[in-house]
């Protein structure tokens, strides 16, 4: 197993910014990529940012360039999710995964964080 625990989630209003941390387990010799995905209530989850394990590669929807980012500190066990000029319909449930390859699918990514609530308003 690798363990994920993310952190920094919360409420904040329109146009605010958010962090959020996930700190992965050392154990990472099996996994290439750590991805920040999110589920908005009733609909599907999706991939936000991907960032190889040792940060050469990173990967932010088009939709979404210019207001997320992701990067990995120093230590290469902390991946962050920068996000700012929050909207409303950013609010979701904001997950960390960790796979052995690049990809936006879920089921590429066995190694799942328990979630942080992210909540925006106007």
């Known amino acids: 197993q690798v363990p994920l625990v993310e952190s920094g989630g919360g409420s904040v209003q329109v146009g605010g910014s958010l962090r959020l941390a996930c700190v992965v387990s050392?154990?990472?010799?099996?996994?290439?990529?750590i991805g920040w995905f999110r589920q908005p209530p009733g609909k599907e989850r999706e991939a936000v940012a991907l960032i190889s394990s040792l940060g050469g590669h990173v990967h932010v929807p088009d939709s979404l360039k210019g207001r997320f980012s992701i990067s990995l500190n120093d230590a290469k066990d902390t991946v962050y999710l920068q996000m700012n000029r929050l909207k409303v319909e950013d609010s979701a449930t904001y997950y960390c995964?960790?796979?052995?390859?690049?990809?936006?699918?879920?089921?590429?990514?066995?190694?799942w964080g328990q979630g942080t609530q992210v909540t925006v308003s106007s």
């Open positions: 995964a960790a796979g052995r390859r690049f990809s936006v699918r879920l089921d590429d990514f066995p190694y």
């Open positions: 050392k154990s990472t010799s099996s996994i290439a990529y």
